[in-house]
């Protein structure tokens, strides 16, 4: 019979460019991302008072902020 081996010692490695929220994890850059979509997102609404354009221009600055600091989180 067969079975599968899981390990279950948990890794306590915390890095430099990581929060600790809830017992995981998080990357900064995700962290960075997110209120930057969040402040884009008001901003817009405010200026534009209508939904679709504020919900695509948030989406595209959190996209954009997301990969611009995961390349420079990973190269550092």
Request: charged share 15%; no cysteine.
């Given at each position: 019979m067969t079975t599968a081996g899981f390990d279950t010692r948990?890794?306590?490695?915390?890095?430099?460019?990581?929060?600790d929220i809830a017992?995981?994890?998080w990357?900064?850059?995700k962290l960075e991302a997110l209120?930057?979509?969040?402040i884009v997102f008001v901003a817009t609404l405010a200026i534009t008072?209508?939904?679709?354009?504020?919900?695509?221009?948030a989406a595209a600055a959190t996209v954009v902020t997301w990969w611009?600091?995961?390349n420079f989180y990973s190269r550092s």
């Open positions: 948990v890794s306590r490695r915390i890095t430099d460019n990581s929060v017992g995981t994890q990357p900064l850059y209120a930057i979509g969040l008072t209508s939904m679709q354009p504020a919900v695509l221009i611009v600091r995961r």
